[in-house]
Nanobody, 124 residues
């Protein structure tokens, strides 16, 4: 069982930056693929980024276009999402998720554990 808690969301102007953090309970954090997803009002949850257990492989949604960076610190049981050049269309609830597998997936249904989310609002 893994419990995930996100933090770092907030209100930022377009062009600004935010760093989201997700901390996990449990001693086996390093075995999990970690992902970030987001969901805007009236829209489906969508993939943002994912990282394998070692941090050596990272995957991003095309819409990120190099603006987002996912990283993890297994010693701290944490995964991060650094977001820069934010746009109003990035406004959404951002969720951290963990997948007990070695294969990184972009599909939300494959993730086993989810945090409660943190709101990111980008003003124009």
């Amino acid at each position: 069982q893994v419990q995930l808690v996100e933090s770092g969301g907030g209100l930022v102007q377009a062009g600004g930056s935010l760093r989201l953090s997700c901390t996990a309970s449990g001693r086996t954090f390093s075995r999990y693929v970690m992902g970030w997803f987001r969901q805007a009002p009236g829209k489906e949850r969508e993939f943002v980024a994912a990282i394998d257990w070692s941090g050596g492989s990272r995957y991003y949604a095309d819409s990120d276009q190099g603006r987002f960076t996912i990283s993890r610190d297994n010693a701290r049981n944490a995964v991060y999402l650094q977001m820069s050049s934010l746009k109003p269309e990035d406004t959404a609830f951002y969720y951290c998720a963990a997948d007990d597998t070695v294969v990184v997936s972009r599909a939300a249904p494959l993730y086993d554990y989810w945090g409660q989310g943190t709101q990111v609002t980008v003003s124009s």
